[in-house]
């Protein structure tokens, strides 16, 4: 079981990359490391699980619950998140350049210092997420992509050609 390894004597991260993991409950339990690249974890419960610095590049998650939860410094680039709830999840620093985040969830969510330079936003519900710090800028969104009240989402850019503060409302 991977919730009771020993992190002090294994320092090794254990490689679950391309595994297929789908639809499982993950409930509660510490992923802390792990790589799942290429993992597909669609329609998997991740709620109050850690899952800080874990590599999740090109992982597959859409419709995942993962509420309550520390995604900390883990990377999602490139990662599909279609339909996932993110709510009251820590996602300090986490890298999501290129994800694909339509419809996703974010009530309540901390994304504090994060990437999503070319991530796709569109019918995201962002309203309630704090994006203090939040590098928002090349990315997609559309009319139906929901902000926090009082922000101004930037003018959407191609990918890579912008970058927009969220806590100054200033270029980069």
Not at 10 to 35: A, C, F, M, Q, Y
Not at 36 to 64: E, F, I
Not at 71 to 76: E, F, I, K, N, Q
Request: include cysteine; aromatic fraction near 6%.
């Amino acid at each position: 079981m991977i919730s009771r390894r020993d992190r002090r004597r294994d320092t090794h991260p254990v490689d679950l990359s391309g595994s297929r993991i789908e639809g499982l409950s993950l409930t509660g339990v510490n992923l802390t490391g792990l790589n799942l690249a290429r993992a597909n974890l669609a329609w998997t419960d991740l709620d109050r699980t850690d899952l800080t610095g874990v590599n999740l590049t090109s992982a597959d998650l859409t419709g995942a619950t993962v509420e309550y939860a520390n995604l900390s410094g883990a990377v999602l680039t490139a990662g599909r998140l279609s339909s996932a709830s993110f709510d009251r999840t820590h996602l300090d620093g986490v890298d999501f350049s290129q994800a694909v985040r339509t419809g996703a969830w974010f009530q309540g969510t901390t994304l504090r210092g994060t990437e999503p330079v070319g991530a796709d936003l569109s019918d995201a519900h962002l309203e309630f997420a704090n994006l203090d710090g939040a590098l928002v800028g090349g990315v997609k969104y559309n009319s139906k992509a929901t902000w926090p009240p009082g922000f101004t989402p930037p003018p959407p850019v191609p990918p890579g050609g912008g970058c927009f503060r969220a806590d100054t409302g200033r270029p980069c």
